[in-house]
């Protein structure tokens, strides 16, 4: 099979484009011509790991595989050189922007993605983010048809796991990575055989991971059990930092620790600054942070 990719830094697109380029002619591979600052900003559920390394390049460059830098969506050399490449099937995995109809219909049989989520749940920007935030006790990806509506088209491929508690994103976003490579590998060789089989996504059930603003809070300290709120606050740390404070002002913390219930009389949310460091107080016990 004649394959394009589009993909960003990092381990989810890496591991998807070396299963693509294990079994299949591998004619290009698309990524965003981010400068640096853009490049860690877009992430977009997927984990970028800063640094100079980038494995995808790495990978279309030791299996000789033109990169065609992309600037936008719209970008007019990119879109006539996918059309004049005439793929088989176009491989989407962790690539910022929704491909316009003229650049994924050119593929002669399908375009699909590998979504870091467990479609219909969570389409959109960050789904990594939205799985701690609601509390997903198993997660994993989807392989999809492209379609004009974000995340939306029918499934191909599912690979789902457990979501371990207190698990840190950044091996979550390697586990997905190896998935992805599994579930692409499955729905590319049945749609190089004809045997595909597409199930459409159950709007009921759509959940949707937005952008959030550095900064926002997120955590709703009455109603969510202590162990959710350590499990969500060590998940994320530090891609995401949920604002505290105490009577003293803003409060830092470099790492969460633990947790431990307890009945205490204090509000949910404040946090008692001690020599161990932080105390983050929740309705049912205590998260204990890590001095910054």
């Known amino acids: 099979m004649r394959v394009v990719f589009f993909g960003t830094r990092g381990t989810f697109s890496a591991a998807a484009l070396e299963t693509l380029l294990s079994d299949h002619t591998v004619i290009a591979v ?51 050189a996918v059309r004049g490449a005439a793929p088989d099937v176009i491989c989407i995995a962790g690539f910022p922007w929704i491909l316009p109809p003229g650049v994924y219909q050119a593929a002669r049989l399908a375009a699909i993605n590998v979504h870091p989520s467990l479609l219909p749940r969570h389409r959109g920007l960050l789904p990594l983010f939205w799985v701690y935030h609601a509390d997903d006790r198993e997660t994993g990806v989807t392989v999809h048809r492209v379609t004009e509506r974000a ?122 600054v001690t020599r161990q460091g932080p105390e983050l107080y929740c309705a049912d016990g205590v998260v204990e942070l890590d001095p910054s």
């Open 30 to 80: 698309v990524q965003p011509a981010f400068r640096r600052r853009e490049a860690i900003r877009a992430a977009l559920g997927t984990v970028w790991r800063g640094g100079r390394s980038d494995p995808v390049t790495a990978l279309a460059r030791r299996h000789r595989v033109p990169r065609w830098p992309m600037t936008g969506p719209r970008h007019e050399a990119v879109r006539s």
């Open 151 to 272: 995340d939306a088209g029918g499934i191909l491929e599912q690979e789902g796991f457990p979501l371990p508690r207190g698990c840190p994103v950044d091996r979550l976003n390697d586990r997905n990575g190896m998935a992805a490579g599994l579930a692409l590998r499955r729905a590319v060789t049945a749609l190089a055989e004809g045997v595909a089989r597409e199930r459409s996504q159950d709007e009921r059930l759509v959940t949707t991971a937005p952008a959030v603003q550095p900064g926002t809070p997120m955590v709703d300290f009455a109603a969510w059990d202590v162990e959710r709120v350590w499990h969500f606050l060590a998940g994320l740390f530090p891609r995401f930092i949920e604002p505290l404070s105490s009577d003293r002002g803003p409060v830092r913390y470099g790492g969460v620790r633990g947790f431990r219930r307890e009945v205490h009389s204090r509000a949910p949310g404040t946090v008692a």
